[in-house]
């Protein structure tokens, strides 16, 4: 069921070129002022949906989060909460469901799942897809695209990607630690297109940093030599980046493993340059000492991970176009136990 229920008062719309009768979008009547607010449904409200679907929804969107299980009924009965280095925020009620049939046809569905989930979300969000609608990916990895367009039609998907050091400290409630939140967002075409300006402005609105590059393809991808080269530089060694960017050995370590990306992004047709290498390193160079990779602690606590959608994805999408990349191999294989344990294909004791 759809959670509803009296709105919290004290914390006024933020400040901004529109104005608001006090309430949040989706228990406005006046039909004129909900004309302009967007219908958003963000499908997986963990770390990345909760902290980026809960901005939009301060900010008086109108915000439908998918979820399930104890996410689900933490939502119900206490909202969310955002604890951020940006201001601390809480939302109460919110609106949220495990069926996405009771939420009906949105505008644009956000994707946060984990990138093993998506082919199953994307089948389970058909619900939410009408003509016009359009979903965005935020997943690690390059592979969702593609998967979200089997399932829902090529006109529908969006690329996407987001950065954020963020993870749910407890159902209901998110952290974000590290990073200026940001979303890139774009015609996977790279055309010029008024559904991506909309919810770029959106997010805008909301106090996100977000752009629409002039090249998607080449942002997810500089995104990806990123993630795959500090999850699976950071599980491996089960260092925080602090220890990564200061150690030579290990640093040396991430920038081979980024050259590797670079060039199956290259052999792949990807317009990346080695500039991405020396930008993504500086963004290493920024995060806190403490910070490490989703990947990294779900490997390090015996979860199933990322491992195929990221250091296994650089080894296959290679393996594709003929470029080696010895260093992601090395780390898939050293990690691949352990990810066949926390899935229960292997069993051995730790």
């Not at 060694?237 to 920038?255: H, K, Y």
Request: aromatic fraction near 6%; proline fraction near 7%; hydrophobic fraction near 45%.
């Amino acid at each position: 069921m759809v959670a509803f229920g009296v709105p919290d008062l004290s914390e006024a719309w933020p400040p901004g070129p529109r104005t608001s009768p006090g309430l949040p979008c989706w228990m406005v009547v006046d039909s004129d002022f909900k004309e302009a607010c967007m219908r958003i449904a963000v499908f997986g409200t963990g770390a990345v949906g909760g902290y980026f679907g809960g901005r939009l929804a301060q900010a008086g969107e109108d915000v439908v989060f998918i979820a399930r299980g104890e996410q689900l009924r933490a939502l119900k009965a206490h909202g969310l909460r955002v604890d951020s280095i940006k201001g601390d925020f809480a939302l109460q009620p919110v609106q949220a469901t495990d069926d996405p049939a009771q939420v009906g046809v949105v505008d644009a569905v956000i994707v946060g799942v984990k990138t093993w989930q998506v082919p199953e979300a994307a089948r389970a969000m058909r619900p939410l897809v009408g003509p016009e609608t359009f979903v965005v990916p935020l997943e690690n990895g390059v592979e969702a695209p593609d998967q979200l367009a089997a399932v829902l039609g090529a006109e529908h998907v969006l690329g996407g990607l987001c950065r954020i050091v963020s993870f749910v400290v407890e159902p209901g409630h998110v952290r974000h630690a590290g990073l200026e939140p940001y979303v890139a967002l774009g015609e996977l075409d790279n055309r010029p297109g008024e559904r991506a300006e909309r919810l770029r402005d959106a997010f805008t609105q909301a106090g996100v940093n977000a752009e629409i590059p002039a090249d998607i393809q080449v942002a997810i991808w500089e995104k990806f030599l990123f993630i795959a080269s500090f999850s699976g530089v950071g599980a491996v060694t089960r260092a925080p980046a602090g220890v990564l960017r200061s150690l030579p050995e290990t640093r040396r370590m991430l920038e081979a493993a980024m050259r590797e990306v670079l060039a199956v992004a290259q052999a792949r047709g990807i317009g990346m340059t080695e500039e991405a290498v020396s930008r993504t390193m500086a963004l290493i160079d920024g995060l806190p000492e403490a910070g490490t990779a989703s990947m990294q602690r779900d490997i390090i606590g015996g979860q199933p991970s990322e491992l195929e959608s990221q250091n296994g994805a650089v080894v296959r999408l290679g393996q594709e176009v003929g470029v080696d990349v010895p260093l992601h191999g090395f780390m898939y294989r050293c990690l691949l136990p352990l990810e066949l344990r926390a899935r229960g294909e292997l069993e051995f004791e730790v």
